[in-house]
């Protein structure tokens, strides 16, 4: 029997959202519902909503969440209702060519559930990411909940669902960041944020931060780093170049998506450095540089998809670090409001007034 729930829908390319009633299926093989207790709203959520990631309206938004899971579907192992977990949107197949090479987090066929969620006309909706969280129910497949430690708050653990977990995977698992070295990130939104506080949990000495906002510099400098950039008073090249020694950074970090930031980010780096684009640019961006710098300059060139995480590896693990004070995700939930204000989210998050808003349930 399906359940009547209240969730947020897209129905239009830059309509405003509406709460809606939406019907939640019980699961098949393979799936489970889930209680959201917490959602974030992620800039994600707005590229759907403008129609920057598919024209599959109506759309269910939501993907950074965590909830109970309330239950599970024939076949499904290892999880039962009760469960506190966190909704991933990459759940790894385990036979696919990068999981059988030991490179899971790369999977090329992750799983999402197969029945859908409708509204009350039948309309199939899309739910954002394969999960549709911004709901008082929602269906997923059953390798998208991880399990984690309840004592942790679902505010701060559904963070770790997506713009979190970027941030700091960009920084540890894709750049690599290890004690000693120097680091620079530009763009401090809730990614780049996130980006700082992984880079200093792996023990960076130096942690240049750039933004052309001073509210999110002063965020970043809670978060771990060293010296704060305002690139519209210097030029971040150079104010990262002195940071380091003259060298420039041993990882940049480009959280931002765009031509410009991404050719001041490839200049930021030392001889021999790693670049990580983690920063999401829209289909009509190019980029035009001389090839010989790529050439004489070295180093590594990478791009960050979900911070190149493995879900059931690297949750647990950020949540233990977090109950221990080791990692301070409070500091990324900048308001919690109800399902009934996120287009007002929208707003805030344009504005840049927050890290994240995140919804209760």
Known sequence: MAVEVRGVVSRGRGEPV??????????????????????????????????????????????????????????VTGLAAGDFVILNWRAVCGVCRACARGRPWYCFDTANATRKMTLPDGTDLSPALGIGALAEKTLVAAGQCTKVDPAAPAAVAGLLGCGVMAGLGAAINTGGVTRGDTVAVYGCGGVGAAAVAGAALAGARTIVAVDVDARKLGAAR???????????????????????????????????????????????????GTLVLVGVPTPDMTLEMPLLDFFSRGGALKSSWYGDCLPSRDFPLLIDLYLQGRLDLDRFVSATITIDEVEDAFAAMHRGDVLRSVVMF
């Open 18 to 75: 509406t709460v809606e009633t939406v019907l939640v299926p019980d699961p098949g093989p393979g799936e489970a519902v889930v209680d959201v207790q917490a959602c974030g709203v992620c800039h994600t959520d707005l590229h759907y909503r403008e129609g920057g990631i598919s024209e599959d309206y109506p759309f269910l938004l939501g993907h950074e969440a965590a909830g109970l899971v309330s239950a599970v579907g024939e076949g």
């Open 222 to 272: 809670r978060l771990g780093a060293t010296q704060a950039v305002n690139a519209t008073v210097e030029d971040p090249v150079e104010a990262i170049r002195r940071a380091t020694g003259g060298y420039g950074a041993d990882v940049v970090i480009e959280a931002v998506g765009r031509p410009e930031t991404y050719r001041q980010a490839f200049y930021s780096r030392d001889l021999a």
